[in-house]
């Protein structure tokens, strides 16, 4: 009885590893169509909207070289021109041309409209989160495997997220992310996908507020450049000389 006790408690044991190991690489697979390269540049437009309200639009440059490394410059309006930010891993800094120097910041405070630092300055759901294999779904007729992702610590930009990534080919296509709380903050869409340099990606992100769905972000994904980056991008002293 005892050995057929053991027996089972290692059986349960290695398929709860096995399914853990296909949950995380569901969401390596996904994080793969939401960088187009270890080292590139992208620009991003940020566009937010509010019902009766202007909707506005904020353009970023975006510098990512591996390692974490992240250095986002502010290019409009021109009211942010020279604001920066800089992502050493889950260590984050914004530089505003008033403040004199970089100030640390959670990835986790908001940007603009309904986006997070984190958003543009961390995409790396594989190396932030722990992920369960949940279930699955179907979305606009699109298969999908549903996992929970859990965060690893406490600095990175979400608590959790409920993440639907399609069964076939694993594009990443609707999120759900959660406060510390379990309180619902937002929804995001990924889509536009297009081939850029011979890497399908998501140019595209929609980010939703849970309570007011009038209120949204679009992140569109533009011009990409996939090229060697020097390391003094990455420096917080760098972060002033475009002042």
């Not at 190991?21 to 569901?26: E, N, S, T, V």
């Not at 800094?93 to 940007?111: M, T």
């Not at 190396?127 to 990175?156: F, M, N, Q, S």
Request: charged share 30%.
């Amino acid at each position: 009885m005892c050995r057929l006790l053991l027996g089972l408690v290692l059986v349960l044991g290695l398929a709860s590893s096995a399914s853990a190991d296909q949950a995380a690489d569901i969401v390596a697979e996904a994080d793969r169509f939401r960088r187009p390269a270890d080292s590139f540049v992208w620009k991003i437009n940020i566009t937010s909207q509010e019902a009766k309200k202007t909707p506005s639009v904020d353009g970023f440059e975006v510098f990512v070289k591996g390692g974490g490394r992240v250095f986002v410059r502010f290019v409009a309006p021109p009211r942010s021109v020279g604001r920066s930010l800089l992502a050493l891993g889950r260590d984050l800094w914004i530089y505003l041309p008033d403040a004199g120097k970089p100030v640390r910041i959670p990835l986790s405070q908001r940007l603009v409209g309904q986006v997070a630092n984190g958003d543009i300055a961390r995409a790396d759901y594989a190396g932030d989160y722990d992920a369960t294999l949940i279930g699955e779904d179907a979305l606009d007729g699109v298969a999908c495997h549903v996992l929970d992702l859990k965060a690893k610590t406490k600095d990175v930009t979400y608590s959790a997220i409920k993440y639907w990534v399609s069964k076939e080919g694993r594009r990443p296509v609707r999120a759900e992310f959660y406060a510390g709380t379990g309180t619902l903050l937002k929804t995001g869409t990924f889509d536009n996908f297009r081939d850029v340099g011979g890497h399908l990606l998501a140019t595209r992100l929609t980010l939703t507020d849970a309570i007011r769905k009038d209120k949204r972000s679009v992140l569109d994904y533009g011009e990409v450049s996939v090229r060697e980056l020097p390391d003094k991008y990455f420096d917080k002293n760098y972060m002033k000389t475009l002042d």
